[in-house]
């Protein structure tokens, strides 16, 4: 129910898709404001957490979601390099995570 009326009163700003390696563990979650608050919302789960700003929400999937997709209009890739990531040139090349489109690798530990 908390995620139908998040879903009605908010704005969907990310989401992220993926799986566990196992075939039917696929999942989205969504990342979506609210006045001041962002809701998170797993598909089928309902409203997970909340958090203070978008920031706090993307530096936790891009740390532990490697090899899902993301999708976030706004993220900018100095935010996305300062995480440690690096545009990941050759299709081939093992990424951490594909963020709007591209396959972004991890460049350091750093996070």
């Not at 999942?27 to 979506?32: D, H, P, Q, T």
Request: hydrophobic fraction near 45%; charge should be negative; proline fraction near 2%.
């Amino acid at each position: 129910m908390a995620a139908a009326v998040v879903e009605v009163l908010g704005t969907k700003l990310a989401m992220l898709t993926g799986d566990y390696g196992i075939p039917g563990s696929g999942e989205a979650i969504e990342a979506w404001r609210v006045g001041k608050k962002i809701f998170v919302i797993v598909e089928g789960s309902g409203v997970v957490e909340v958090f203070k700003d978008l920031e706090l929400v993307l530096r936790h999937w891009i740390r532990d979601f490697q090899g899902w997709v993301l999708t976030c209009p706004g993220v900018e890739d100095s935010f996305l390099q300062a995480r440690g990531l690096a545009l990941s040139a050759d299709s081939d090349e093992e990424y951490w995570i594909e963020i709007n489109g591209r396959r972004w690798r991890r460049r350091s530990a750093r996070t």
